[in-house]
């Protein structure tokens, strides 16, 4: 005799449509920066070594190890020099701080995940590019110009015709949809503002 077939699966936060819950944003390589902490950080130290080399085998110190010596030696903490060193130092520090805990890529939006596994972002100008187009077949309008945030979808149309409040009201609806048709797991508020071309 088999056994009865189990139950149905209740559905979770990880089945059917897409939740936002794990759709974070993503974060940039940032190849720049770290080349350069890298070239900084593998020149002051090759030039370190050669020197602590050098002076190992009975050659003098180079010069600017004996002159920094010297100026550490000296100088006091109130010193214009020491304090300008010290503030380049703590601000570099804080921008890799803030480089290191921030995502950074700022222009591909995140998509909802209908799959654990997939992962899928959309990138600013061609979300602006398609709400433009959709915008751009509303009666009326004769220019847009939008603006694509993770929070807000700004819209600056201008019609040369029909009552303005009519065209925002239809402008509204049919962006509305357009912005949940992207498939964005942050549905952004929108915003639109409509008037007439300045009169030249």
Known sequence: MSDPAPPP???GPDDG???DGGAHRFWSARRLPAALVAAAVLGAAGGLLYDIVSVRTGHPAMGWRRNLAHALATRHLDDPLIAGGAALAMLLGLWLIVLAATPGLR????MARTSPDVRAGLDRAAAALVLRDR???????RSVRVDVRRRVVRVRAQSHFRDLDEVRTDVNTVLAEGVRE????????????VRRPAKR
């Open 9 to 11: 699966k209740s559905p």
């Open 17 to 19: 449509p897409a939740h």
């Open 107 to 110: 222009r591909v939006l995140p």
């Open 135 to 141: 915008a751009m077949e509303v009666a009326g309008v």
């Open 182 to 193: 992207l498939g964005l797991a942050r549905q952004a508020s929108l915003s639109v503002h």
